[in-house]
């Protein structure tokens, strides 16, 4: 079994939907929960950064945490065409550095 | 202010062969990580290094890999022998110098990455 499982999509949704991306993990060490964004032949970049359990939202995005659960998601309202992209979920512990443990990612479509 | 940068972009070796890939990382960041993207797989840890310091190598291949970062110049990811296995996406990322509470500070930057084919 993996340390964290994500669905690899594609996940296809047309403009103005709302997204729901989420991934499980099976080590409860891990504290830090972040989502990465990803587009095709670039280096991920950090959308969303999460300590413990709860919910961040930032604009459009809006990350939660349930750790009783081991599960954690990212909505996208209002999705853009521009939105489209691989979201990568990743996990650390808190080992003082960025370690992380990082899902296979999921390619989202956002059709205009 | 530029960010991580990547060198080479695109890298084709033939089996047998030496692969070195550089890393610059942002100004002001004192901590480099590489990681590895294989196809269908997501990032996977490979290294974390301190100017002059190997920190934590877990991730790293027991042979042929290897990655230092000296004090002057950038991050090198060295693989020697070059299998066709090795044919991915080399991203590394940078962070800068740990808060004065020596807790998380937060994102690691990333750069474009480096794709090794091996033929």
């Known amino acids: 079994q993996k340390e964290v499982e994500q669905d690899p999509g594609p996940l296809s949704v047309p403009e103005g939907a709302i997204v729901s991306l989420n991934c499980t993990y099976s080590n409860s060490a891990f504290q830090y929960f972040m989502w990465y964004r990803q587009y095709s032949r670039k280096g991920p970049e950090l959308l969303m950064y999460t300590y413990s359990s709860g919910n961040k939202e930032d604009g459009r995005f809006t990350a939660q945490v349930d750790k009783s659960s081991k599960y954690i998601s990212l909505f996208i309202r209002d999705s853009q065409p521009s939105d489209s992209a691989t979201y990568l979920c990743a996990m650390g512990r808190n080992t003082g550095f960025q370690k992380l443990v990082f899902g296979t990612g999921t390619r989202l479509l956002v059709s205009p | 202010n530029a960010g991580v940068m990547q060198n080479p972009r695109h890298l084709v070796r033939r089996r047998g062969q030496e692969a070195r890939l550089r890393c610059s990382p942002m100004?002001?960041?004192?901590?480099v990580y590489w990681y590895r993207q294989l196809p269908e797989e997501g990032l996977k840890f490979m290294v974390y290094l301190q100017k002059e310091n190997i920190i934590d190598e877990s991730g790293m291949p027991k042979e042929r890999f290897s990655a230092e970062f000296p004090k002057e110049g950038p991050s090198i990811l060295r693989i020697q022998q070059v299998v066709r296995g090795d044919s991915a996406a080399y991203f590394c990322?940078?962070?800068?110098?740990?808060?004065?509470?020596?807790?998380?500070?937060?994102?690691?930057?990333f750069g474009e990455g480096s794709r090794l084919t091996v033929l």
């Open positions: 100004k002001g960041h004192s901590h």
């Open positions: 990322a940078s962070s800068p110098p740990q808060g004065r509470t020596g807790g998380y500070t937060g994102e690691l930057f």
